[in-house]
């Protein structure tokens, strides 16, 4: 069995909480490891007042004792600063001095775009918080405390991972593929829309102006790279041992993702197969690489070795403080649909979503293949898949 994890919490609830099974006893692991991370997600130009608000970070309850994994499950709580303005309207205790119709921010007109209408049909929700609480982007706060978790194992067996936004708005980022992880690493952090093209930057930003002025938002692209996987991860004899499925998968349950591609992507449909597939070659310290890396790492649904390179779009944020038009459930007539507190764009924190989410299948990946149950074995097991790989 590999790795799992459950996260729970409402976007105004008092926290939220991950619970993490299957990681290898002995690994280590700090509180900061994940901090980092969390403070990352709630960078980026263009994100609301909410980000104001809360410094997200992460309390450590279970499974790790002076700095290791105990191989036991590990609870991560984050708590929502904003809960304090909730307490009555978020509350778990049944209201006692207020009806349930002066209950504030009852939503009845649903957001288009949003999980509001098809979330309150399904479980019979007529105040459609119900349905936002949960299906807020917030939860991807403990989404991305889980793969710091999973972030840590990649990086303690020589996998490394970044994410960079390729567009915004429309507005292209012309990426440099000559540049190392490390320099990509480095320019995505400090740029505020995380891009590695200094020539957009501004673009981007006044594409985010511009959706902020007129009410509007915007979505784009992000792309993850992860580097130094042994080859044959993965696997091509059941759909669901692919591993290019499982990322596939990964990104698109992020909230607002509609779409993946590997290496060349979409791009593959327009080319001939010669064009398409990369060439194999082999020398001594490398042992097989290929001499491109058009398919984004992946051969049947097994890692080449190669840089993994997945791509995932994300549509503008649905919540519009000029909405569109939408239909009151109560009384069936056309409103303008509810308006929530939102960010004009959220692309650069998305992509530290998409880094996080990869990172965790990329770690359940070398969970279920590899002995697990002791840190250092499973390390050591890993090295000798990439010997045997090299000399195969
Ligand atoms: C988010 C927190 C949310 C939203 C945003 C993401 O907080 P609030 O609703 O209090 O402003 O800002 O989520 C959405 C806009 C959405 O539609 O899901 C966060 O922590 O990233």
């Known amino acids: 069995m590999g790795l799992r994890y459950l996260t729970a919490g409402e976007s105004h609830g008092p926290q939220l909480t991950a619970i993490l099974e299957g990681l290898p006893a002995g690994m280590p692991l700090l509180t900061e490891d994940i901090n980092a991370e969390l403070a990352r997600r709630q960078q980026g130009y263009g994100r609301g007042r909410r980000m104001q608000i809360e410094k997200d970070t992460v309390e450590i309850m279970s499974g790790v004792r002076h700095g290791q994994t105990l191989g036991s499950p590990v609870a991560l709580v984050v708590k929502n600063n904003d809960w304090k303005h909730w307490t009555k309207i978020m509350g778990a205790e049944p209201l006692v001095d207020m009806e349930e119709d002066e209950v504030k921010r009852k939503v009845t007109r649903p957001r288009p775009g949003h999980a509001d209408l098809n979330g309150g049909i399904k479980y019979g929700h007529r105040d459609m918080r119900n349905v936002l609480e949960r299906s807020s982007a917030r939860e991807t706060t403990v989404r991305v405390a889980a793969g710091a978790v999973a972030k840590k194992l990649l990086s303690l067996v020589g996998v490394n991972i970044v994410a960079h936004v390729v567009e915004i708005g429309g507005i292209k980022a012309n990426v440099d593929r000559t540049l190392t992880l490390e320099a990509l690493k480095e320019r995505s952090e400090s740029s505020p829309v995380r891009t590695v093209d200094p020539n957009v930057e501004q673009d981007m930003m006044n594409a985010i102006d511009e959706a902020k002025k007129s009410g509007d938002s915007i979505g784009g692209i992000v792309e993850v790279i992860a580097e130094g996987m042994p080859a044959g991860i993965g696997s091509y004899v059941h759909y669901d041992r692919k591993l290019d499925a499982k990322l ?23 080319k001939p197969g010669s064009e398409v597939h990369d060439e194999i070659a082999w020398d001594k310290e490398t042992g097989y690489y290929r001499k491109s890396n058009r398919l984004g790492g992946f051969e049947g649904g097994m890692t080449t070795g190669m840089p993994i390179v997945v791509r995932g779009v994300m549509k503008p944020i649905p919540t519009l403080y000029k909405p569109l038009m939408s239909v009151d459930i109560e009384t069936k007539e056309p409103f303008s649909a509810s308006i929530e507190r939102s960010d004009s764009c959220a692309v650069p924190a998305a992509a530290v979503v998409a880094e996080h989410v990869v990172a965790w299948e990329l770690a359940n990946a070398l969970v279920e293949q590899f002995y697990s149950d002791r840190f250092e074995t499973f390390v050591e097991e890993i090295q000798k898949q990439r010997e045997y790989a090299r000399g195969f």
């Open 248 to 270: 596939a998968g990964a990104m698109v349950s992020i909230n607002a993702f509609k779409g993946v591609e590997f290496g060349i992507g979409f791009e593959a449909a327009r």
